[in-house]
C-alpha cells in the first residue's frame, strides 16, 4: 500500500491509500482549525461549527443530508480536537462520490440556519452540562486549564455556556472564512479508492474552497500548578501531569515510550504496583499528548477516599524511581505495544485515513511505517530513563482532582519529593 499525494491549485491536500482488496472506503477532511485557533470570545465556535455543517446547506436540509448517506447504507460524522476538526464518512466504494460531494457541499456551501443554530446551541448546552457532571470527563478539562491557564490550548473544547449562547451565525461564517482555507485543509480516502478519481473530484467538488493562509496558533505556554474540585463523590478522580514533547521533538517516541512503559498495560510499573500488588485503585495508567509546540505527560487514576493518602504516594514513588527501574525488557514490551497498534491501524482505512490527515497536517507530508518503526526502535533504554528525570523532575506537576480530594497533597510537594 502506497500514499499518493496531490496539492490543488487552491492549497487543498489530496492524499489516497488505496487498499484493493476492500469493498469499503473511508474518507475525510480535516482542517488545521480546532480549540487553539479560538479566541477567549469564541471558545467552543469549532465545535459549534462541526454540529452545524451538518444543519442544511444551499441544496440539502438536515434530513437530505442524513437521509443520502444512510440511503447508500454509509455513516456520516465530525469531531472536533485541540488542533484540527475532522468531517468524514465510511461507505462502499462505489459510493465515494456521493460522500465526498456530501462533505465538500457541508463545508463549502452551509447557512447555517439562524433557527438550527439556536437549536444546536441547547443541544452543546446539553453536552457541556453532562460534562461537567461526568468526574472522570471534569478532571481532565481542568487538567488542560491547569496546565496551560490563560490561553487557548487550556480552553475546553466545548467553550462555556456565555460563549456558545452569543455566537451567532456571522461569527461561524467569518471564522470558517478565516480558518477554513485550502491551506489548512486535507482530504484523505482510505480503502477501495482510486487516487486520479478522488483528486477530480476534489477540485470539482471544492474549487470554491478559499485560498491563502491562515493565522499562526497562540504557542502554547506549560505552567502547572494545583486545582481540585471537592465534591460528595464515591469516588475520587486524579491525573498528574508534567511538561510533555511536542510531535516535532526528536523526543516524541522516547515521551510515547516513556509512558506505555509506566502505564500503558496490566505489565506496567503503576499498574503492577498501585492496582494488582496494592489493590488502591480498579484503574490506572499514564499518557502522553503530543501537540504541535509543546505536550502533556499524564498519569490518571480513579479511588476511593479512603485509599487516597496511600496511592499518592506510591505513584510519586514510582514515578520517581522510573529512572533507576526500567530495563531493557519492559522497552522491548513497550515497543512491541506501540509496534501493533501501527500495524493494526493499517487494517482499518478509518484509522489509516485518520493517521495519514494527522501527518500532514503536522509534518507537511504522510510518514512511511518503516520510518515510524525506525525512530521507535532506535529509541534506547537509557534515553527513556533519562527523559525520567527530565520530565518527572524539572517542570512544575500540574494536578487536577475531583471529589473527596482534600486530603490529596499539593502540587508543590509533590514536586518537591520528585526534585528530591
Known amino acids: 500500500m502506497t500514499v499518493r499525494v496531490t496539492q490543488l491549485e487552491t492549497g487543498l491536500t489530496v492524499a489516497t491509500e488505496t487498499m484493493p482488496h476492500l469493498q469499503s472506503a473511508a474518507l475525510g477532511i480535516w482542517v488545521a482549525a480546532g480549540a487553539r485557533v ?11 461549527l462541526e454540529h452545524m455543517a451538518f444543519k442544511g446547506t444551499k441544496t440539502r436540509n438536515a434530513l437530505e443530508i442524513a437521509e443520502e448517506i444512510e440511503a447508500v447504507g454509509g455513516e456520516l460524522n465530525a469531531s472536533t480536537g485541540v488542533e484540527t476538526t475532522a468531517f468524514y ?3 462502499l466504494k462505489e459510493d465515494t462520490p456521493l460522500a465526498l460531494d456530501i462533505l465538500s457541499d457541508i463545508l463549502t456551501h452551509s447557512v447555517f440556519d439562524d433557527q438550527e443554530l439556536r437549536r444546536e446551541q441547547h443541544v452543546i448546552l446539553q453536552e457541556l452540562g453532562a460534562a461537567l457532571d461526568t468526574p472522570d470527563d471534569r478532571v481532565f478539562d481542568i487538567f488542560q486549564e491547569t496546565a496551560f491557564p490563560d490561553q487557548p490550548l487550556g480552553r475546553n473544547i466545548l467553550g462555556t ?4 449562547t452569543r455566537i451567532g451565525s456571522a461569527d461561524l461564517r467569518s471564522f470558517m472564512k478565516t480558518h477554513y482555507r485550502g491551506s489548512s485543509m486535507v482530504l484523505v480516502a482510505a480503502g477501495g479508492v482510486d487516487h486520479d478519481e478522488i483528486v477530480a473530484l476534489a477540485r470539482e467538488k471544492l474549487a470554491d474552497v478559499s485560498t491563502g493562509t491562515t493565522p499562526d496558533m497562540e504557542e502554547g505556554n506549560y505552567v502547572g500548578g494545583d486545582r481540585r474540585e471537592v465534591r460528595d463523590l464515591m469516588e475520587a478522580q486524579l491525573t ?4 510533555g514533547r511536542t510531535y516535532r521533538c526528536d523526543d516524541f517516541y522516547t515521551a510515547q515510550l516513556l509512558a506505555a512503559v509506566m502505564g500503558g498495560g496490566m505489565s506496567s510499573q503503576l ?3 498501585v492496582r494488582e500488588k496494592r489493590g ?3 484503574s490506572v495508567y499514564a499518557f502522553h499528548w503530543g501537540f504541535s509546540d509543546t505536550g502533556l505527560f499524564g498519569v490518571h487514576a480513579a479511588t476511593g477516599e479512603e485509599d487516597i493518602e496511600e496511592l499518592m504516594p506510591v505513584i510519586i514513588n514510582e514515578l520517581g524511581k522510573a529512572k533507576d527501574r526500567i530495563e531493557d525488557d519492559d522497552v522491548a514490551r513497550a515497543k512491541a505495544q506501540m509496534k501493533a497498534g ?3 491501524g493499517l487494517e482499518s482505512p478509518a484509522s489509516r485515513a485518520g493517521q495519514i490527515a494527522r501527518q500532514i497536517i503536522v509534518f507537511g507530508k504522510p510518514m512511511m511505517l518503516d520510518e515510524i518503526v525506525a525512530r521507535i526502535d532506535n ?3 537509557q534515553a527513556i530513563r533519562d527523559l525520567s528525570v527530565e520530565i518527572f523532575s524539572q517542570s512544575m506537576p500540574t494536578l487536577a482532582a475531583v471529589g473527596p480530594v482534600s486530603r490529596i497533597p499539593a502540587a508543590s510537594d509533590i514536586a518537591s519529593a520528585l526534585a528530591a
Request: aromatic fraction near 8%; hydrophobic fraction near 45%.
Open 342 to 344: 501501527l500495524l493494526m
Open 240 to 243: 498528574l501531569g508534567f511538561k
Open 161 to 164: 455556556r456565555e460563549t456558545i
Open 38 to 48: 479560538e479566541t477567549a470570545a469564541q471558545q467552543g465556535i469549532s465545535h459549534l
Open 89 to 91: 464518512a465510511r461507505v
Open 280 to 282: 488502591l485503585c480498579y
Open 271 to 273: 499498574f503492577q504496583e
Open 379 to 381: 529509541v534506547s533504554t
